[in-house]
């Protein structure tokens, strides 16, 4: 803006107005320091909360099972680890490690003179394949593909024909003669004869059906089984649409809930194969040409199919040197298996384990492709790792890797070779796992206590604490610590001072280690009990009383610090919406005085004019008299 300082008057009216401005603004300067004030307060409360409810997970998390009942596991050989979680056993277990688990592991029968000796002819491709025997298919061999993933999908499942009678009227009687059953299996006709008896329930009835199927040459064609109502269920082995069922009839089929004239057939599953979809109308075919869209794949099959996917590659070799042909298996993802040359001094020798171990751990390679090899061998041989446990009748534990999972309920076992004498895994409580845990809180709950009395207190001489006289602080504070001191009669304890907490004379939580250890030694389950209530029980715990003041004081919505600090929350935007009008105002007070200096200025300026003109007129009068006096 223009100054318009000192035109008439010589007035410095900018400084007159600023002055003028600053006495208006002295309300909005005390709101802006009580604003400012008061967001000290809300950080102060939402950073006391977040420690409440940091308080408040600890509390929580010890106090579950898994929590509390900590364990601590040993092991009397070096060449076993053991790792524990939680749980409630003790003890010791023996065993003597017979294998270790091991990976499918194959060799070239020849070696090549360098890593660039072409092992492939003309570059070549292999298929590579995991998954697929989950299912339904195995053994596959693929002719057209570029090199890259395949997909191979089952996107339908197949099943069996599958005919469920009515439920029977047990006891059912059979005499001779009376109870024949024919059925047509694939086109196939069976008579069964059902051995005469009387057959109180559905298993013995099922039983007796599934002896004649044997008799009747029907064994591994249908089965039979009982179904949730106790009717009798015949399926076929083979599934899909090919798979056909009918009862046929017989003097004995309306005795066992069977109707003459019911038929089924299968459902066929369904795979997709780069894009085309295949259907497999017969499980037993034994094998399965698949199409895709840029080739076929030949398949096995070998069980039911089953819905999933497949990881299915067609590893390019590129000019198809040893070098490349590792660097395209090892950089394929998801083949299941790694490559490499090993060097045995008078030429290379290419190498292949699967990556993962176990008894049904296998190279799914096509070696075929590799022409400068007559053929591979396998070096090792997939197998679990295997633990003997000791005692007067011995019994074995497998396991795919070398790590025996929850051997005990908490307790991991893993082995790295074997032993020629037992290993003993010793397990029991962690006292000083449980210990850490309570010290831990502890040490929490004297810093909230610091930080409230802090920010509470009165300081007589001095500033007071930023919350002093906050109500809500203190019942906090006073909370969380008599959720900790207040006793518990429930257990034999009864108080957390004969469990090594105690209160000092300036209020602060102090923690004996020695003491709450000896306590555990003492009764775990008595200890565990002042800490913690079982469901149900009024006479709560230490922690979780803990947990229960500092949701009161935390949660959202109805938490008294939450709540306070809403409030403040509420107060600093109320005051900052008075503070912008209050800007608003000055700037139109601001304006309204520079008009008004403005138009004193003009108004000035008339007058000056008006003094210069009378002025004038005075001298010329003066003179004009003087001359006619003369």
């Not at 004869?193 to 559905?202: L, P, Q, R, V």
């Not at 001095?462 to 019942?475: E, H, K, M, Q």
């Amino acid at each position: 803006m223009t100054s318009i300082d000192g035109l008439i008057t010589g007035l410095n009216t900018s400084q007159i107005i600023s002055q003028l401005m600053q006495l208006e603004r002295a309300p909005q300067t005390r709101l802006q320091q009580r604003q400012t004030e008061a967001q000290k307060v809300e950080t102060e409360l939402r950073e006391m909360r977040s420690d409440v409810q940091s308080i408040r997970n600890m509390a929580a998390d010890l106090r579950l099972g898994s929590g509390w009942d900590q364990l601590k596991a040993t092991s009397s050989h070096e060449s076993v680890s053991v790792s524990a979680g939680s749980g409630n056993v003790s003890g010791e277990i023996s065993f003597l490690v017979q294998q270790t688990a091991a990976a499918h592991t194959i060799y070239s029968n020849e070696t090549v003179a360098s890593l660039d000796t072409v092992i492939t002819s003309g570059g070549g491709t292999s298929l590579s394949y995991s998954g697929t025997t989950a299912l339904g298919f195995d053994n596959l061999v693929a002719t057209g593909f570029p090199s890259g993933p395949i997909q191979f999908e089952v996107t339908q499942d197949s099943a069996a024909a599958t005919i469920s009678g009515s439920t029977p009227s047990y006891p059912v009687t059979v005499t001779n003669g009376n109870g024949n059953v024919d059925i047509r299996v694939g086109g196939v006709d069976y008579a069964l004869d059902i051995a005469a008896g009387t057959y109180s329930d559905a298993a013995s009835l099922a039983t007796a059906v599934d002896q004649a199927l044997t008799a009747a040459g029907a064994s591994g064609v249908v089965s039979v089984s009982v179904g949730a109502s106790d009717e009798l269920v015949f399926t076929t082995a083979n599934e899909g649409s090919a798979a056909s069922l009918e009862i046929v009839g017989g003097n004995g089929a309306s005795k066992l809930g069977l109707t003459g004239g019911t038929t089924a057939t299968g459902t066929d599953g369904i795979v997709v194969v780069d894009g085309v979809t295949n259907t497999i109308t017969d499980t037993s075919a034994g094998s399965e040409t698949l199409s895709g869209s840029s080739g076929t794949i030949t398949a096995d099959i070998v069980g039911g199919i089953r819905s999933g996917t497949a990881n299915v590659q067609n590893v390019g070799y590129g000019g198809g040197t040893l070098a490349e042909v590792i660097d395209a298996i090892n950089n394929s993802d998801g083949l299941g298996y790694q490559a490499m040359a090993v060097n045995t001094g008078s030429g290379y020798r290419l190498q292949v384990m699967a990556s993962e171990t176990g008894a049904t751990s296998l190279v799914d390679l096509d070696t075929s492709e590799f022409t400068a090899f007559s053929g591979f061998t396998t070096l090792v041989t997939g197998r679990d790792a295997q633990i003997e446990i000791q005692g007067d009748n011995p019994y074995t534990i497998t396991s795919a890797s070398n790590t025996f999972s929850d051997i005990l309920p908490g307790v991991d076992v893993t082995v790295t070779q074997p032993t020629t004498g037992p290993v003993t895994i010793t397990v029991g409580e962690d006292n000083e796992a449980q210990a850490d845990a309570i010290a831990e809180i502890v040490e929490a709950v004297n810093s909230f206590l610091e930080r409230a009395d802090t920010a509470t207190a009165a300081n007589p001489g001095a500033d007071p604490g930023i919350l002093f006289g906050n109500s809500a602080v203190r019942r906090t504070r006073d909370a969380i610590l008599r959720a900790v001191t207040d006793g518990v009669f429930a257990s034999s304890f009864e108080a957390a001072s004969l469990a090594g907490i105690t209160v000092t004379e300036n209020g602060r939580l102090e923690f004996n280690r020695a003491e709450f250890i000896e306590a555990s030694e003492t009764d775990r389950g008595e200890l565990e009990r002042l800490f913690v209530a079982p469901t149900g029980d009024t006479d709560l715990g230490i922690l979780d009383r803990i947990v229960q003041a500092a949701e009161a004081a935390t949660a959202t919505g109805s938490g008294r610090l939450w709540s306070e600090a809403e409030a403040t929350k509420s107060r600093i935007e109320r005051w900052g919406d008075q503070i912008d009008a209050y800007e608003k105002r000055f700037e139109l007070r601001e304006a309204t005085l520079r008009r008004q200096y403005a138009a004193l200025e003009v108004a000035l300026g008339a007058l000056s004019e008006q003094s210069n003109y009378l002025a004038g007129q005075l001298a010329g009068l003066t003179t004009n008299y003087g001359g006619q006096g003369r």
